[in-house]
């Protein structure tokens, strides 16, 4: 299973509706192309991890990284793991804003996942909420 993993920051005017409409189109369309996964959103920074077959994961993040609602979009990883970790998610999502921790948000919904996707996960949001 190929997985890709990626942090961005959002616009600073992308709000409530704008991320309603990504996750609109991005779960028509990853259901369309096999793919799921998990975004994560505070104010500051964006997390998505999207596993599926590998044209089609890079095709859908080539799409994602000249999306103007969001900025430096950084690829902290990508390649194959044993087995698809969110088999039951187009697209899950969780808003991290109230806390601010994105480790927070990941460790609750990683709870289903490999050790080692969830420790890989856990350590991207950690090193973002050091740099809060
Ligand atoms: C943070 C972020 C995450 C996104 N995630 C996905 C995704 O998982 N799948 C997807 O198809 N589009 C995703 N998109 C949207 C794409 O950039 C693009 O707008 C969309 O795929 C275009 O398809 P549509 O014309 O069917 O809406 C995301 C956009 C942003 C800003």
Known sequence: MFRLIYLSTPKPEVGKPDIDQILASSRKNNRFNNITG????????FLQYLEGDQKAV??????????????????????????????KWTMASKNAE??????AAVSEMTK???KDVADELLSFAAARDRAA
């Open 38 to 45: 998990l975004l994560i959103q505070d104010k500051k920074r």
């Open 58 to 87: 890079e095709e859908t993040f080539n799409r994602i990284a000249s999306d103007p609602r969001h900025t430096a979009v950084f690829m902290v990883k990508s390649g194959f793991v044993v087995r698809r970790q969110f088999p």
């Open 98 to 103: 109230r806390s601010n921790s994105l480790v």
């Open 112 to 114: 289903a996942c490999d």
